[in-house]
């Protein structure tokens, strides 16, 4: 039988894995984001492609001379975001029956190179508590803070 952390990784690697299709595998590092807070389930994600930093819609913002188009329709983004939070709503029902804490936040970062995946998680209310905030202001900070460090 399946365990917990088995089940978990296995819906971490979905996102990624259609991260990785809706870029047609053409990226050096995606970044996903994800959170759950208070019934609400948010997410995005973008891309290192070429040095540049670069947001779904924006992928061809990323390309040299020659390289092939990506297909950044609004479809193909939202189809991409309906899976992640797809995974989302199945992470929180794994947690709630394994009885474990569920994540308010996920933040993913896989590099194609090395196949690596590496995984940040956090359990405190983040932007609910928050006048202003939202889970998209929290994504795009992380973008900032990615852009600007050079993760």
């Given at each position: ?6 089940i978990?990784s296995?819906?971490?690697?979905d996102m ?10 053409r990226a050096?590092?995606?970044y996903?984001?994800a959170?759950?807070?208070e019934?609400v389930i ?5 891309y290192?492609?070429n040095?540049?930093?670069?947001k ?6 990323a ?15 939202f ?14 029902m794994?947690?709630k ?9 996920l ?10 995946l ?5 359990y405190d209310?983040?932007y ?9 202001h ?5 973008f900032e803070?990615?852009?600007?460090n050079?993760l």
């Amino acid at each position: 039988m399946k365990e917990f952390e088995d089940i978990f990784s296995e819906l971490q690697a979905d996102m990624i894995s259609i991260c990785m299709e809706y870029v047609e595998d053409r990226a050096d590092k995606v970044y996903v984001y994800a959170s759950c807070e208070e019934g609400v389930i948010s997410s995005n994600f973008f891309y290192l492609i070429n040095n540049k930093y670069v947001k779904s819609h924006k992928l061809n913002d990323a390309l040299e001379e020659g390289d092939e188009r990506y297909d950044v329709s609004t479809e193909r983004g939202f189809m991409v975001l309906d899976i992640i939070n797809d995974n989302v709503g199945k992470i929180k029902m794994l947690c709630k029956e394994y009885e474990r804490d569920m994540p308010t936040e996920l933040k993913l970062i896989y590099d194609n190179k090395s196949g690596k995946l590496q995984a940040e998680y956090k359990y405190d209310l983040i932007y609910t508590n928050d006048d202003i905030k939202t889970a998209r202001h929290i994504a795009n900070e992380w973008f900032e803070e990615i852009e600007n460090n050079n993760l």
